[in-house]
């Protein structure tokens, strides 16, 4: 076996313009939410032919700022996947609203279109579809039944910036885009987040929000309601600016190596993602299925051993020891497909900077397993 560098799960990648275009706006003093912060607004805006944009601290924080605005909270109800990033569920219980978790197809680890329905009640008031790993879930379908049932759609696209369904870009779909610039997503702030809506009002609403309540449109002082302060600093906007241009060629990059794996990789243990005909991945995550002869802590333990980082991919969230107290759930029996997900799961690492070479090699490994 050849010795070499240890390669993560993940990693930012962050070049000389990059560096040079924060170190630029730390020159300045002005360091708030600047003319960057309003730049990258607005390259948002444009990129998803979407009216308005909101910068913000994170990802979760956007979420947060999402169901705030739409005046969800005690006794409302919202629905949201049981497997993603905990943030998506956790969201719902600082607005003091109930999530209701949905069970998730295993072939595309998004939430499972057939199961909303039933769980809609009287109290619900929302969904929070996920695109989970980079991949676009059935937004179209999860819209017509919010359409149906008068729900609101917040899409968690925190990982899914430039996926899309029928050539059109998620986070476009609902009343709410929600992204995350955390280094784990195709591009990064360091931290960031930003919010899309087509509607003007929320989007007054969220910018009173961020900013400890202060009107935006008031250039006197005055504070509409109490507010957060969820703003982005500028130096951040400046970082993922200088990422947002090469955004394509992330994406492309990204996708070769995918198709690496897709022809490396041939373990009769192991599932390949799956893309659903009329959606596209993005890869934040390339995200395998281990079958129940391969146990993942011991396969993430002989990556590591291997110098080869490797994680689960996502949360059941129902399974974790705040919901599973709270809400007494039984996740295996009640979410089979996202505990199964959770416990058989598999990312490995893509970013960038990765070579063919060690996409070949990882590959290598994976098939000895
Ligand atoms: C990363 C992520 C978040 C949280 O974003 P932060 O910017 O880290 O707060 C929320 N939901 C999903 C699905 C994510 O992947």
């Known amino acids: 076996m050849s010795i070499r560098d240890f390669i993560p799960l993940a990693r930012p990648d962050i070049n000389e313009e990059d560096i040079a275009r924060v170190a630029e706006v730390l020159r300045t003093g002005m360091l708030v939410q600047g003319k960057n912060v309003l730049s990258l607004e607005k390259a948002f805006a444009e990129l998803h032919q979407s009216p308005n944009a909101v910068a913000a601290s994170n990802g979760t924080a956007t979420l947060h700022l999402a169901l705030k605005a739409l005046g969800v909270g005690k006794g409302d109800e919202v629905i949201v996947p049981a497997f993603s990033y905990t943030a998506t569920a956790n969201v719902v219980e600082l ?29 619900t008031k929302a969904i929070i579809p996920v695109h989970e790993f980079g991949l676009a879930c059935d937004i179209e379908e999860v819209c017509n039944i919010a359409e149906n049932h008068r729900l609101h759609v917040i899409e968690d696209a925190a990982c899914a910036l430039g996926a899309r369904q029928h050539n059109r870009l998620i986070g476009s779909f609902g009343i709410f885009g929600s992204f995350s610039l955390h280094p784990r997503k195709s591009i990064t702030a360091g931290e960031g987040g930003m919010l899309l809506t087509p509607d003007k009002e929320l989007n007054n609403k969220i910018r009173q929000l961020r900013n400890h309540g202060l009107d935006p449109d008031n250039s006197e002082m005055d504070f509409l309601i109490a507010g957060f302060n969820y703003r982005m600093t500028d130096f951040q906007a400046a970082l993922a600016l200088s990422q947002f241009q090469r955004l394509e060629k992330i994406l492309q990059q990204k996708n070769k190596l995918a198709e690496i794996y897709f022809n490396e990789i041939k373990n009769n243990h192991i599932k390949m993602p799956v893309i659903p005909e009329g959606h596209n991945h993005t890869w934040q995550t390339f995200h395998l299925l281990l079958d129940d002869s391969l146990d993942q802590k011991e396969v993430i333990k002989k990556l ?28 295996q029996e009640q979410f089979p497909e996202a505990y199964r997900a959770y416990r058989k799961g598999l990312a490995i690492p893509i970013y960038e900077r990765l070579s063919e070479e060690d996409i070949v090699s990882i590959s290598k490994i994976i098939n000895e397993l």
Do not use: H, M
């Open 95 to 123: 607005v003091e609203a109930t999530p209701v978790f949905v069970d998730i197809d295993i072939n595309t680890f998004n939430i499972d279109v057939n199961k909303i329905e039933r769980a809609i009640t009287s109290k």
């Open 304 to 331: 590591k051993d291997l110098n080869i980082g490797s994680n689960y991919g996502a949360q059941c969230i129902p399974a974790q020891t705040y919901y599973k107290r709270k809400y007494g759930y039984d996740s």
